[in-house]
């Protein structure tokens, strides 16, 4: 009878635990996903290529986005980076290298985001938060990945979703049988038009007036902004480029 009572009660105690993971589960499901695409790549010496860092929601509605990107400076130079086809829709800062392995970028997408819509196909689509143009310098091996990323939820009170991050691995070689060949962009299109405020408080910025502004280039993106500061009330026809200088907003 003793033995019998055993096994019947460590039975009862694995039926707890899987009952538990069970239920568990879905929990462990929602959570949002960084990855890279591709996943992995082979290359030779001084061949270009791209990487997207790409945003999988698992069916959540998210609204801000943050991180940084660091890659392997021995192996690779970052040549470029593309944040005109973004499912950001407003950049905090636009994604920038910050030292020569470091891009940072931080962004909000208003109404929220819950993956990338179309009619060819059913369901929610990861979706794209900007990409890298890299070339190879070295012979190789190493990851690129993503560090520090806080995905918040749109639900009005900004709470943290959980976040899974898979990084990128690449072997570089003297030569490789087939090379990737990465599309130049035509910019042909002007950027969405926009209309830059001005304004005024007391409790910002010293009581000094600001201007703030934004608008989207959903082509080859922003390249940046200028400003020019004139006393003169009628409209400035003819540009000066001395007198406009690189600014961000506010300004």
Request: aromatic share 10%; net charge negative.
């Amino acid at each position: 009878m003793v033995i019998h009572k055993r096994k019947l009660d460590k039975s009862l105690v694995w039926f707890s635990v899987l009952f538990g993971v069970c239920l568990v589960m879905p929990l462990w499901a929602k959570a949002a996903e960084i990855f890279f695409e591709p996943k992995a790549q082979e290359m030779r010496m001084g061949q270009q290529f791209q990487v997207n860092v790409m945003l999988d929601t698992e069916g959540q509605s998210i609204n801000a986005i943050e991180g940084r990107i660091l890659f392997p400076r021995e192996l690779l130079d970052l040549e470029e980076i593309r944040d005109g086809d973004s499912m950001v829709n407003l950049w905090l800062e636009r994604p920038s290298i910050k030292t020569e392995n470091l891009v940072i970028f931080s962004g909000v997408i208003p109404g929220g985001f819950e993956g990338v819509l179309s009619p060819f196909y059913e369901g929610y689509r990861p979706g794209k938060v900007f990409s890298l143009i890299f070339v190879t310098k070295s012979v190789g091996e190493g990851t690129i990945e993503a560090k520090d990323v806080k995905v918040l939820l749109h639900d009005g009170l900004g709470t943290p979703a959980k976040t899974s991050i898979s990084h990128f691995s690449f072997e570089i070689h003297e030569r490789v049988e087939e090379e990737v060949l990465i599309e130049k962009l035509e910019d042909t299109d002007p950027p969405e038009s926009f209309e830059p405020i001005i304004a005024q408080d007391p409790q910002v910025f010293d009581g000094k007036y600001f201007l703030v502004f934004a608008t989207q280039d959903k082509g080859s993106g922003i390249a940046g902004y200028a400003v020019h500061e004139s006393t003169r009330k009628k409209e400035v026809t003819r540009i000066d480029r001395k007198k406009w200088k690189e600014a961000e907003s506010p300004y």
